[in-house]
């Protein structure tokens, strides 16, 4: 069985910021690409910040220069360091990765989610 467990969301006033944190476990063999989405109320969960094992970035534009995203492969997690937070940040936010378990099976496995509040 592989985990991925959050940590770090809270309440923040706009211009402040937060360090959201994940952590995978169980039976890995190999992590691959780990990403942290978001869904609003009422919205579409949409992907917020990914990267590759080998640390490549992508971002979504609404957080360009504004949030960074990092791993340690070591120890199987990522982060997602929050700067210039703004009210429409407001969400529930999901770590998300893709793991190999064993040499030949990958899943994608989701995180249990942890609340972002950025008040105005």
């Known amino acids: 069985q592989v985990q991925l467990v959050e940590s770090g969301g809270g309440l923040v006033q706009a211009g402040g910021s937060l360090r959201l944190s994940c952590a995978a476990s169980?039976?890995?063999?190999?992590?691959?690409?780990m990403a942290w989405y978001r869904q609003a109320p009422g919205k579409e969960r949409e992907l917020v910040a990914e990267i590759t094992s080998g640390g490549s970035t992508n971002y979504a534009d609404s957080v360009k220069g504004r949030f960074t995203i990092v791993r340690d492969n070591a120890k199987n997690t990522v982060h997602l360091q929050m700067n210039s937070l703004k009210p429409e940040d407001t969400a529930v936010y999901y770590c998300n990765a893709r793991i190999a378990t064993t040499v030949i099976r990958a899943n994608t496995y989701w995180g249990q989610g942890t609340q972002v509040t950025v008040s105005s």
């Open positions: 169980g039976s890995i063999f190999r992590v691959n690409a």
